[in-house]
């Protein structure tokens, strides 16, 4: 089945770091990928879309600046969070998909910021 | 844009009992129905999916049913196991367009 990789999985890491995840799609090539952040207890909320070779769309609220999103290739998708701070710390999720196919997701990232 | 709504938000079931989850959507043009299982602290993963030209899907003990009238769909889950415990999120998306909106999700605790 479609395999979705995401790493790093856990980072830790002081107030004003920048920390890139990155996000790829092991044994396919996918049209679309997409990233969520996802608080404790809470549903997935979708931050921006990212198709390879063209700008990232985010979704309203979220700043692209904070948030950079660069798919450079059709296996491989990166969300760096510019200047962290505590309220940034989430669980960051991606997945990928194929045309019309399922969205297949990656492990996640916990990222926690002190 | 796309509203999905899930309910209940908890529910706890007997093992071996069925369990049901209901979604509703706003957007009529929406066509493609998944169902994800998460664990704590792990990956959404797909369980089953349903388009709109199909009003039931099964796959085992996991079934789908939608129904396009009255614009919701039902996640049923018979003979449930304690490992079926878990968040389940449903979500909406219309075509040509993978994007999804994801209800707010259903915790089910199966209890041995």
Redesign the interface.
Known sequence: GAVVSQHPSRVICKSGTSVKIECRSLDFQAT?M?WYRQFPK???M?MA?SNEGSKATYEQGVEKDKFLINHASLTLSTLTVTSAHPEDSS?Y?CSA?LS?Q???????T?LSIL | GENVEQHPSTLSVQEGDSAVIKCTYSDSASN?F?W?KQEL??????II?IRSNVGEKKDQRIAVTLNKTAKHFSLHITETQPEDSAVY?CAAST??N???A????NQVVVIP
């Open positions: 679309t997409f809470q549903s997935l979708l879309t669980f999720i998909v019309n399922p969205q297949h997701f990656g492990d996640g916990r | 493609y998944p994800y602290g792990k990956r959404p993963q797909l999916d999120f075509a040509g993978n994007r999804l994801f209800g707010k999700g």
